[in-house]
Nanobody, 117 residues
C-alpha cells in the first residue's frame, strides 16, 4: 500500500517557480512508478509527469522543459520542480502511483497552485 500527501503549492506570478513535494507511505514506494497530475478549475484531471522506481521520467508536452519530476526513495518523497510558470498551470496538483491513478484509486487532497498574470 502507498499513501501520499502533497504540499508546496501556493500563489505565484507568471514566470515564477514552485517546488511541490509528495510524502508517501507504504512498503512498496521504491518500486512504484509515481506521477504528478493536475486538475484545473472546472476541468478534468490530467497527467503532468511520471517517474519510475529507477528514475526514468516522462512529461506532458505542455510542461516539458519547464517542470522536473524527481524522487528520493530513501525519504519516500517525490518532487515536482516547476519553473517558468504560466497562468494555465493553475490547478490542484496531485501525486499518486501510476497503478492507482490508472484505476482512479487513492487520490489525496492535492495542493493548490495558482499562477497570476
Amino acid at each position: 500500500q502507498v499513501r501520499q500527501v502533497e504540499s508546496g503549492g501556493g500563489l505565484v506570478q507568471a514566470g515564477g517557480s514552485l517546488r511541490l513535494s509528495c510524502a508517501a507511505s507504504g512498503t512498496i514506494f521504491s518500486i512504484a512508478t509515481m506521477g504528478w497530475y493536475r486538475q484545473p478549475p472546472g476541468k478534468q484531471r490530467d497527467l503532468v509527469a511520471t517517474i519510475t522506481g529507477g528514475g526514468s521520467t516522462n512529461y506532458a508536452d505542455s510542461v516539458k522543459g519547464r517542470f522536473t519530476i524527481s524522487r528520493d526513495n530513501a525519504k519516500n518523497t517525490v518532487y515536482l520542480q516547476m519553473n517558468s510558470l504560466k497562468p494555465e498551470d493553475t490547478a490542484v496538483y496531485y501525486c499518486n502511483t501510476n497503478f492507482n491513478a490508472a484505476k482512479n484509486y487513492y487520490w489525496g487532497q492535492g495542493t493548490q497552485v495558482t499562477v497570476s498574470s
